[in-house]
């Protein structure tokens, strides 16, 4: 059934324009297989009839995945535990010195300092960083010190540096510096001297005195043969 532009079907029609807008299609119907597309002139709510649907609609994009941010970091500047284990084997040794008198026979303290110090070490096996020398030839670079010496003179030598320190401010009548070798035994060379001291006439200290040489432990390698 063909429907004009003019009769009924037109007033209808007419109507219909009137309510939803101009047409966007043609304005003629045949049958059920052309229809007629109006635009709503405000957003069609949910239930319009005119919005086409179609199933090739496309769904929403999907959200970006979650990314977490790593620092890059420059490997060239880490250092593997075979470098730091080679570099904390430092050429640069401190020292607080005194009078061999001051150091091995009046200060009180002093042999059960290094004592501890050296069963904490045994106990955790870490090795000997620490040492003392009788009358050490390193001096002979320290004018400002040696002036200020009586002889013979011990030297506290250490790697730690820190521990020095605190030696400083615990035996106090003590000069510190610290100096460079190129090994060990260069570091802790020292000249050849016979120490001797004088026992006291009337101990009055609650606790006995220091026995002479308690201090060769501590003495580096090649000066244990040396009578002190």
Not at 88 to 103: E, I, L, P, Q
Not at 169 to 184: F, G, H, N
Request: charged content about 20%.
């Amino acid at each position: 059934m063909a429907m004009s532009s003019g009769g009924g079907g037109g007033g209808l029609l007419g109507s219909a324009a009137t309510l939803l807008g101009s047409p966007v299609a043609g304005m003629s119907m045949r049958g059920h297989t052309n229809v007629t597309m109006w635009a709503c002139p405000l957003p069609p709510p949910r239930h319009c009839g005119l919005r086409k649907h179609s199933s090739s609609l496309t769904s929403p994009p999907p959200s970006p995945p979650f990314v977490t941010a790593v620092a890059a970091t420059d490997s060239s500047n880490q250092i593997s535990p075979t470098q730091q284990q080679s570099q904390s084997k430092s050429n640069k040794y401190h020292f607080v010195v005194a009078n061999a008198k001051f150091m091995l026979d009046e200060e009180e303290h002093f042999q059960e300092l290094l004592f501890e110090r050296l069963r904490n070490y045994s106990e955790r096996n870490k090795e000997q960083d620490f040492w003392l020398v009788i009358e050490p030839k390193f001096l002979d670079n320290f004018p400002n010190i040696t002036k200020r010496l009586r002889r013979p003179a011990v030297a506290l030598v250490s790697t730690n540096a820190n521990w020095i320190t605190f030696m400083k401010l615990r035996l106090d009548r003590v000069l510190a510096d610290s100096y460079e070798a190129d090994s060990l035994e260069e570091a802790l060379a020292s000249n050849p001297t016979q120490v001797e001291f004088e026992k006291p006439a009337n101990w009055v200290a609650p606790y006995p005195k220091y026995e002479y040489g308690w201090w060769e432990p501590f003495l580096p390698a090649g000066s244990k043969e040396l009578k002190v």
